[in-house]
Nanobody
Framework: VQLVESGGELVQAGGSLRLSCAVSGRTFNTYTMAWFRQAPGKEREFVATVTWNGVITQYADSVKGRFTISRDNANDMSYLQMNSLKPEDTAVYYC?????????????????WGQGTQVTVSS
């Protein structure tokens, strides 16, 4: 299974970005998708997750109301729309998936990961 993130770049505070995650090589039909991030000197943290059918989403408190996770099952894609970005959102953002039908917020629950995409928010 391969995950490839894209869309990270340098943006000013208050701006928006849309991250994409392309999934390939999977052999299972239903899977949960999630985004995590890791800031310099910090541990990787949960950002958002969406169930296999896109019905249920969960967000970290720090991004609620600003970020939106979505997925396109026909094209094996996940998206993270990030609005009202803050300098503290600066991090490497990772896409992750796991087989299953419910949502998961712990990184230990995810088996497949992308290489990450850098998001930098300037003040």
């Amino acid at each position: 299974v391969q995950l490839v993130e894209s869309g990270g770049e340098l943006v000013q505070a208050g701006g928006s970005l849309r991250l994409s995650c392309a999934v390939s090589g999977r052999t299972f039909n239903t899977y949960t998708m999630a985004w995590f991030r890791q800031a310099p000197g910090k541990e990787r943290e949960f950002v958002a997750t969406v169930t296999w059918n896109g019905v249920i989403t969960q967000y970290a408190d720090s991004v609620k109301g600003r970020f939106t996770i979505s997925r396109d099952n026909a094209n094996d894609m996940s998206y993270l729309q990030m609005n009202s970005l803050k300098p503290e959102d600066t991090a490497v953002y990772y896409c992750a998936i796991r087989m299953g039908t419910r949502y998961y917020t712990n990184e230990q629950d995810y088996r497949y990961w992308g290489q990450g995409t850098q998001v930098t928010v300037s003040s």
